[in-house]
């Protein structure tokens, strides 16, 4: 590995430490940083696609939405993402800062496992016309803003109708974002090592209407049929869209992955006991 992209959470005076100390160790490695950190810490600041194609390893300083950014940053290319915590959660975040440099140096001596992550691949739909396209690494939401009405979301799995939802919304996740909202609605916890989407609605009016657990491969679409003028599709939490009557949102098994290092020390079980507070070790 020759080339090191290291993506920081926005304003965080640790992050652009750290990215200093990083490239003060590593001499004989390129080191280059995201455009916020770049700019922060007057480093060459390059486009987006450029650090896509050039990194061979990707540093985190961040929570999980920082991940989640750089996780679309590197679009389709499957390099390695070193997480490391400088959020709050830090659920994908897995390594505590005190060990990054340890991390650091067995990854560059390719003494590392990568956990490989599901995607999935969403498009907006528009009077049969794609109006967005995009990569998901969490979860692909539909739900409404402020006015307290319930909206209508007609469902179909490889085009079987399922249902048409009366709720909040509609979450669509992959077994990583299974602990993210998914969790929140109701939707099951799921091994990242599963490949499936999971599908849940958001504070469904009828009871019997809990999550359920579809193949990666089956293609999910859910219309908006409802006069709603106040609904939003967000992808991953970063991208909000605004949705009209009659829109389709349709997901599906993305081909490409997100290859997370793994953290030898830390099953996924280990995180949901610490993250989750579900006990003592
Ligand atoms: N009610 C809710 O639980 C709720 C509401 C809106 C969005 N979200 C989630 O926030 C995600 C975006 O995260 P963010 O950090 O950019 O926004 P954020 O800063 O608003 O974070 C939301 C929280 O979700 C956690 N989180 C994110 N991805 C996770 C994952 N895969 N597993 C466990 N926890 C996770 C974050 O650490 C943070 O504590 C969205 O994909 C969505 O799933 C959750
Ligand atoms: N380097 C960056 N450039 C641009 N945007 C970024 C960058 N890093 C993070 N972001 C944006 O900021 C958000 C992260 O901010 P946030 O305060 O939620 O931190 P976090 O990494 O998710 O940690 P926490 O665990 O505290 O939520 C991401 O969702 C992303 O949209």
Not at 74 to 96: A, C, H, K, Q
Not at 166 to 175: F, H, N, Q, S, W
Not at 220 to 239: F, H, M, P
Not at 243 to 257: K, M, W, Y
Request: proline share 5%; with cysteine.
């Amino acid at each position: 590995m020759q080339t090191l992209v290291i993506v920081a959470k926005r304003d965080t005076p640790q992050a652009m430490a750290l990215a200093a100390e990083i490239r003060e160790r590593y001499p004989n490695l390129t080191v280059l940083a995201d455009r916020a950190l770049a700019h922060a810490l007057n480093w060459p600041r390059i486009e987006d696609r450029e650090l896509a194609a050039r990194a061979e390893l990707v540093v985190v300083l961040g929570g999980d939405g920082t991940l989640i950014y750089a996780a679309r940053l590197l679009g389709g290319r499957d390099v390695p993402i070193l997480g490391v915590n400088l959020g709050s959660l830090g659920f994908m975040t897995e390594v505590p800062v005190e060990e990054l440099f340890t991390r650091l140096a067995e990854v560059l001596a390719g003494n590392f496992h990568v956990d490989s992550r599901m995607k999935l691949s969403c498009r907006l739909m528009r009077g049969g016309k794609v109006l967005i396209e995009d990569e998901i690494l969490n979860d692909v939401v539909i739900n409404k803003g402020a006015l307290a009405r319930i909206a209508d979301h007609e469902t179909s799995i490889d085009g079987v109708p399922i249902t048409t939802y009366k709720a909040d919304g509609v979450i669509l996740a992959t077994p990583t974002g299974s602990t993210a909202y998914s969790l929140s609605a109701g939707g099951p916890i799921v091994h990242p090592s599963v490949d499936c989407t999971i599908l849940s609605p958001i504070c469904s009016h009828a009871l019997t209407q809990r999550s359920i657990v579809v193949p990666a491969d089956r293609t999910i679409r859910v219309t908006l049929k409802s006069e709603t003028a106040d609904t939003y599709l967000t992808l991953d939490g970063q991208t909000g869209h605004s949705l009209q009557t009659g829109d389709c949102i349709e997901v599906v098994r993305s081909p490409n992955r997100v290859e997370l290092v793994r953290n030898p020390r830390v099953a996924f079980f280990t995180i949901l006991r610490q993250k989750l507070h579900w006990g003592e070790r």
